[in-house]
């Protein structure tokens, strides 16, 4: 294995210290080719396309390769680069690990801020950081609507256990954001896209919005996955393609049971001897040079449950703000009401001594934190006027149902920000 990954990592740390201090242990993303929004244009170099609006490719892009005729890239959510040790040192019998010792091309990469699927996954299929593509965080404050919206039901907050509400009013998904997707870009240069979802997420607005210009291909267990891929490569061995696949049960176990929960270790497993078998299958059919990528949205970070952390038990801060909290559990956007922001800061540094760090948001957005260029024109009002940035493993709650979470992200610690990024090819 050619490891990359501490050579990266510095570069990576230098360049976060030349930025606002968000604390130990601290990551930012690096958009100039060291995130997971950088991607997106390499696989697009990779398939000799055209990139439109792009950030530029990944910094080691050259590394892995010149020019493919197929890419797969598979992105597990939840699995940080930390996690990958342990992973590899407890699933050491299982075949694709060992490939991936001896064979792959091993680098990490930066999440996106904050460290969220809503985030990570739209910068992803974009090739944008969160700043232009607009949606950075899981619930977020639209001036133009005059509410709080949850983008993975596409639903006002107050009723987010109903999907698809937003799309009712006449807001399709589609205009989520204004940037290009990736099946779009690849669509317009004649190269097949196809996208591999869970089938409870297939045929969600978020897919249909990230999505747009793939063929999305839902998959209900890891036969049917692999048999899909292996079925359409056969049968488009020699167009040009790119197949991403997408699987999300890591991080639902390690959100309610803990990231070392025995469930994650028994899937991930059987995940990558499914991708074994499937390999030694793709490499009889002579697709030509073809790449397969490993890497993730984001990490987590563990804690547990605490009922002193829910923001609803002090009512005289709420009072305070203008709505409640927007944005992440660990990366929180506040709202305070005119000539109340200092109240705001004191109260939460006097009930939490030393477990968040705030930020005026419009110093956020100057230091190119959700990116520098393209920047969505609400992005302002999204994001606040305080960022509260979470130490350790601290975090707030706020929602109207029980916290059940034992481990999180949207945070900037190593855990939540370093995620991995492994390929291996063959022709």
Not at 117 to 140: F, K, N, R
Not at 182 to 201: D, E, T
Not at 392 to 404: G, L, M, T, V
Request: aromatic share 10%; glycine share 8%; net charge negative.
């Amino acid at each position: 294995m050619k490891n990359l990954i501490e050579k990266v990592i510095d570069q990576i740390e230098l360049r976060s210290k030349n930025s606002l201090n968000f604390g130990e242990n601290s990551i930012r993303p690096i958009f100039d080719g060291f995130s997971i929004a950088n991607i997106p244009s390499s696989i697009c170099h990779w398939l000799d396309s055209d990139t439109g609006d792009m950030l530029p490719g990944i910094s080691l892009e050259q590394e892995f390769g010149s020019q493919f005729r197929h890419i797969i890239l598979i992105v597990i959510d939840g699995l940080g680069l930390l996690q990958t040790e342990t992973v590899y040192d407890r699933l050491q019998e299982n075949p694709w690990i060992q490939r991936i010792q001896k064979q792959a091309i091993a680098s990490t990469l930066t999440s996106v801020i904050p460290s969220t699927t809503v985030a990570a996954l739209t910068s992803i299929w974009t090739g944008c950081a969160p700043g232009s593509h607009g949606l950075v965080g899981y619930e977020m404050w639209l001036k133009e609507l005059g509410m709080v919206v949850n983008y993975l039901p596409y639903s006002p907050i107050a009723l987010s256990g109903k999907s698809g509400l937003i799309a009712e009013a006449g807001i399709p998904p589609e205009n989520m954001f204004p940037s290009q997707t990736l099946g779009q870009i690849l669509s317009k240069n004649q190269i097949l896209s196809r996208s591999y979802m869970p089938a409870l997420l297939s045929s969600s607005n978020l897919t249909r919005a990230q999505m747009s210009g793939s063929t999305v291909i839902p998959y209900r267990r890891f036969g049917d996955l692999w048999e899909n891929l292996k079925e359409n490569l056969q049968k488009d061995k020699t167009s040009r393609t790119c197949e991403m696949i997408y699987w999300n049960d890591i991080d639902t176990y390690g959100h309610l049971m803990g990231i070392d929960n025995e469930r994650v270790y028994f899937d991930l497993d059987q995940f990558f001897y499914g991708l074994e078998k499937t390999y030694l299958s793709l490499k009889k059919m002579n697709l030509g040079d073809t790449l397969i990528l490993i890497t993730a949205d984001h990490g987590q970070i563990r804690n547990i449950p605490d009922p002193d952390r829910d923001l609803k038990n002090f009512p005289k801060f709420l009072d305070t703000l203008t709505i409640l909290p927007c944005g992440e559990n660990r990366f929180t956007y506040f709202y305070p009401k005119n000539g109340k922001e200092k109240d705001v800061i004191q109260f939460i540094q006097e009930r939490w001594p030393d477990d968040f760090r705030f930020v005026a948001s419009m110093d956020m957005i100057h230091d190119g934190i959700f990116g520098s260029d393209h920047l969505h024109p609400d992005l302002q009002n999204r994001v606040g006027e305080l960022i509260a940035i979470a130490q350790k493993d601290a975090y707030f709650w706020w929602p109207n149902r029980p916290d059940k979470l034992h481990a999180r992200h949207g945070g900037v610690s190593r855990e939540e920000m370093l995620v991995p990024f492994t390929g291996i090819s063959f022709s």
